[in-house]
């Protein structure tokens, strides 16, 4: 198992400052001396090994102790968090196209596991719905197609084939026979060779510019060590990778290549493959990585704890930001520091003009950059939404306002000010647009343009607006053209000329929207609206716009829409109904908005489940059968502490009466008896009458997960348990209204 000598090496080296109720500096140098050797045994980069000890022990000697933590703990605690930062910090996730296919370049050395990792990766896309296409790139090696072949028709994943002809060719092709048959994701299994070669290379680049990959994704072999190192770094430098598949994890007991390609290449490892068979494809999680590298759950635990009610102290004195905090998880510490630096008003307003899902990912260093801005006569709204905030449309939140700043002469800058439409006149002069270079996964930022010179009309419109901020001058993306604008005189102007913008009237066409009687239309949920620019349907921005009673009237320019209409299943299915149409000047049109419905008969399943065992809390076994013998139940597997789960039983606990008037039974299954101790699990557990309380010590949710057709990574897991070991639908993770719609299944499923 990997990791096996390091663990024991560490959890030895722990011993001593976990025994000691005072640290000295010496204490904590003295132990870091012996993490580090056991880094090295363990065959971590010696650089990479230097550097972590380094950090930890200068976080260790001045750290402040936690409350109910010991100074032993608190090192265990940055250990685990400088191992969690050098394996990358979050999972990251692959690429997706904007426009499918999303291309994947499977890259590395002969026998690293590329044509096996391939039919992996399609497997698992399978699994969640997508519609993969694999590519046999490798025109060389013997027999090479037909692995190919062998291990597509084993995940049940179509591959695309040439024979021997030029791989660049095969996989220019590949994406135009995906493009025609409905392929979302191509995955192009490449040549490899036993070594980092020229020829190899200039290979892998032909093919990178000529079909643009969204994602390239270097395998390699976990049990090579420092080697499969070097190989990520020498791919790296010379065609630049997006991210790495370390194979054979499970069979390599130092593990030292997962601790050192990160920190090498600063490329995250994505996926680690972790046994022969075709479903051992894993999601690299660096926080889960790290707890079982220092194999110390029980210590973990309490830590996270004493975190928590931190947390939850520090949040007390904001309570105006509760919902931010909330949402942030795991960036607390992101928002927390960029709210409690000094008393600026500016920082409360900078963060509640942030949508709530930036919690997650904001960082503090940039939200500082964008405090400096002064409000002046400026409404208090159009100060917070369009000169404050740094977010403009979807871009990563960056800091560009300084940049911006110092870019531009003083004089050039106040001629700005005075006349923001001389903005767009150096836009126009100084930055190109080359579809051929851009990535449609990729949202330019205000800097990255700013320095290329180069980026698509959004991007510029983008910059327009940055630039109009950064030099205090209130702007917007219009929320329905996302044509740019700025603020004066009480309204907002385009940039574009009277002339340009203002249309005479007899152009405009209306279009009226009939609802059904009852239906509720929510913009973005329900409908969405597009018009054609000459190469996509560009989604328009009707979010702020209601339905009067059952109508709502669009005026909108001629030209060619879509109207898209859609019912999103608990589960995450999308029913949707999709319609194109001409505008003509001066038309009016009507069309009848219509969802698809699904009744609750045709949502049930009727799917042998495979037999498992659960245990009471005395520890009595019970089996499917059994907790099913009075009739239909809510099987739930929570994952309690988690936001998913989290959200589950707060949806529960919403429809309490509604349950309890059913006297529907739910059987909760929790990973340890300490999940009793949660909060919102208490209150669930207080509220519902039919509980009864189950630990699954074998593990059971991924098998019952895999019969039932989903994806169980994540807790928890709702499975309609039927009497016979049968189930009847089940969902993962949180899908608004999940609860509610077991709910009704479950009286559906009484009915039969």
């Known amino acids: 198992m990997a990791f096996e000598g390091l663990s024991e090496r560490l959890e030895n080296s722990f011993k001593k400052l976990r025994a000691k109720g005072k640290l000295t500096e010496s204490d904590v140098k003295e132990a870091m001396r012996e993490v580090r050797l056991a880094l090295l045994e363990a065959d971590v980069n010696y650089k990479v090994s230097k550097e972590f000890t380094s950090k930890v022990t200068e976080r260790a000697i001045g750290a402040d102790v936690m409350e109910s ?58 699994k969640e719905g997508h519609r993969p296409l694999l590519v046999a790139c490798d025109v060389y090696r013997p027999a090479a197609i037909k692995q190919l072949q062998v291990v597509g028709e084993q995940v049940g994943v179509p591959v695309f084939e040439m024979g021997t002809e030029n791989p660049v060719h095969i996989a220019q092709e590949a994406v135009k026979f995906a493009k025609d048959h409905g392929n979302d994701y191509v995955f192009l299994d490449t040549a490899g060779r036993l070594h980092v070669d020229e020829q190899l290379m200039e290979e892998l680049q032909n093919i990178r510019s000529t079909v643009h990959p ?236 700013l320095a290329m010179k180069q980026g698509s009309p959004l991007a510029q419109k983008i910059l327009f607006v940055a630039i109009c901020r950064s030099l205090n001058v209130a702007a917007r993306l219009n929320p329905v053209t996302l044509e740019p604008e700025y603020y004066r005189d009480g309204a907002f102007h385009s940039v574009e000329t009277e002339a340009a913008v203002l249309k005479d009237e007899t152009e405009s066409a209306v279009l009226t929207l009939n609802a059904e009687d009852g239906s509720a239309w929510k913009y973005y949920q329900t409908w969405t609206i597009g018009k054609w620019n000459g190469t996509v349907f560009e989604t328009l921005n009707y979010e702020e716009t209601a339905f009067n009673g059952k109508t709502l009237a669009l005026t909108l320019e001629p030209g060619c829409y879509r109207l898209i209409t859609s019912m999103r299943m608990p589960n995450g299915d999308q029913h949707a109904a999709y319609r194109v149409f001409e505008l003509k000047a001066g038309e009016a049109k009507e069309i009848y908005l219509e969802t698809v419905k699904k009744e609750l008969d045709e949502l049930l399943e009727h799917i042998e489940l495979p037999e498992i065992t659960l245990e009471d809390l005395d520890g009595k076994a019970h089996t499917l059968n059994d907790l099913t013998k009075d009739g239909p139940i809510l099987l739930a597997f929570l994952g309690t502490g988690e936001e998913p789960t989290e959200h589950v039983l707060n949806e529960l606990i919403e429809i309490t009466e509604k349950w309890n008037a059913k006297d529907a039974a739910m059987a909760a299954v929790l990973r340890t008896k300490a999940d009793l101790e949660n909060t919102t699990f208490q209150k669930a557990r207080a509220a ?31 499975i309609l348990a039927l009497p016979g070991n049968i189930g009847g639908r089940a969902y993962a993770g949180y899908n608004v209204g999940s609860v509610g719609l077991m709910l009704r299944l479950m009286e559906e499923a009484a009915k039969a």
């Not at 509760?322 to 960036?331: K, L």
């Not at 057709?709 to 897991?717: F, H, M």
């Open 214 to 449: 969204h994602e390239i994704l270097l395998v390699i072999d976990a049990m090579t060590g420092q080697d499969a190192v070097n190989v990520a770094k020498s791919f790296n430098e010379t065609l630049g990778i997006d991210g790495v598949i370390l194979t054979k994890l499970d069979g390599d007991t130092r593990g030292g290549a997962a601790l050192s390609v990160r920190a090498v290449t600063g490329k995250p490892i994505k996926f680690i493959g972790t046994g022969e068979k075709l479903d051992n494809l894993e999601t690299f999680h660096p926080s889960r990585m790290a707890s079982r590298i220092l194999g110390m759950g029980d210590v973990l635990s309490f830590i996270e704890r004493a975190e928590q009610s931190l947390d939850e102290k520090k949040a007390a004195a904001y309570p105006e930001a509760e919902e931010i905090f909330h949402r942030a998880g795991e960036n607390f510490e992101e928002v927390y520091t960029f709210l409690s630096k000094d008393e600026n008003p500016n920082r409360k307003k900078l963060l509640f003009s942030l949508a709530l899902k930036d919690a997650k990912d904001l960082k503090a260093s940039v939200l500082e950059d964008h405090l400096n801005c002064e409000q002046g006569d400026l409404p208090e709204e159009i100060f917070r939404k369009d000169l404050l905030c740094p977010r403009i449309f979807l871009e990563e939140l960056t800091p560009y306002r300084s940049m911006i700043r110092g870019f531009f002469e003083e004089e050039t800058k106040r001629s700005f000010v005075e006349q923001p439409e001389r903005i767009l006149d150096y836009l126009k002069k100084n930055i190109t647009f080359h579809p051929e270079e851009e990535y449609d996964t990729i949202m330019a930022t205000p800097v990255g343009v």
């Open 688 to 718: 519902i009458h039919n509980m009864s309380l189950y630990l699954d010590p074998s593990d059971d949710a991924p098998a019952i997960a895999e019969k039932m057709g989903i994806d169980a990574e994540k807790l928890p897991l709702l």
């Open 69 to 126: 933590l010991t100074p032993g703990q608190m090192v265990i605690k940055i250990v685990n968090e400088e191992l969690t930062e050098l394996m990358g910090g979050n999972e990251s996730r692959l690429a997706i196209a904007n426009h499918p296919p999303t291309i994947v370049m499977m890259c590395g050395l002969q026998g690293s596991g590329k044509t096996t990792h391939s039919a992996k990766l399609a497997l698992k896309l399978k």
